[in-house]
């Protein structure tokens, strides 16, 4: 769609839509999620992922296999925790994980993409285990960390402040809205 100044306009999200059309735009999860229910496809699985049933629905093309649920987690360590403690299968970076290391690492003690996975991957493991694994990782952590896509918003922010370091969040979140109903690309001709 055209605006009388020639500028493409952001359209609305609704079922005549194509596919391609959808993934020229930036939508938020809600937004999604309200096309979802008004075409009956399965919300789950994230953004990008309803995002891609949602083209697929809007071509009229089979939809891609919804990914297989994952197990609840089982049981979770509980206080108190020791450095011999071993991570179970399914723990989750609780409140009592948290607590512990920042009881033994500092207050600096964050759960970041390498302690994540750490604890994610480290059924079998000590808690012993992940501290040595923090402070193996202090190096690679301080590097700057690729944003992953379902971050569109955290991504944007974080290279328009490094563009405009005095710039305020209000004119950051402004300059938000503006590239957000811009087209991700040009429309196919």
């Not at 079922?15 to 999860?29: P, Q």
């Not at 309200?34 to 995002?51: F, Q, T, Y």
């Not at 604890?119 to 402070?135: M, S, V, Y």
Request: glycine fraction near 8%; aromatic fraction near 6%; proline fraction near 7%.
């Amino acid at each position: 769609m055209r605006s009388n100044k020639g500028t493409e306009v952001r359209p609305e999200l609704r079922a005549a839509l194509s596919g391609d059309e959808l993934s020229r735009w930036y939508w938020t999860l809600a937004e999604l999620t309200v096309l979802a229910r008004e075409l009956g496809v399965p919300r789950g699985g994230g953004k990008a992922a309803l995002a891609e049933r949602l083209q697929a629905a809007l071509d009229g093309v089979a939809p891609p296999a919804m990914p297989p649920r994952t197990p609840s987690a089982g049981r979770q360590l509980a206080a108190p925790v020791k450095g011999c403690t071993v991570i179970p299968e399914g723990q989750r970076c609780s409140q009592v994980l948290r607590e512990y290391f920042r009881r033994e690492i500092g207050p600096s003690f964050h759960f970041d993409a390498h302690m994540r996975a750490f604890i994610a991957e480290g059924a079998g493991r000590t808690l012993a285990d992940a501290i040595t694994h923090w402070h193996a990782t202090r190096q690679a952590a301080a590097q700057p960390q690729k944003i992953g896509s379902q971050f569109e918003l955290n991504r944007f922010l974080r290279d328009w402040h490094a563009e405009h370091p005095a710039g305020s969040r209000a004119e950051a979140l402004t300059a938000w809205r503006a590239q957000r109903n811009k087209p991700r690309r040009p429309a196919a001709e």
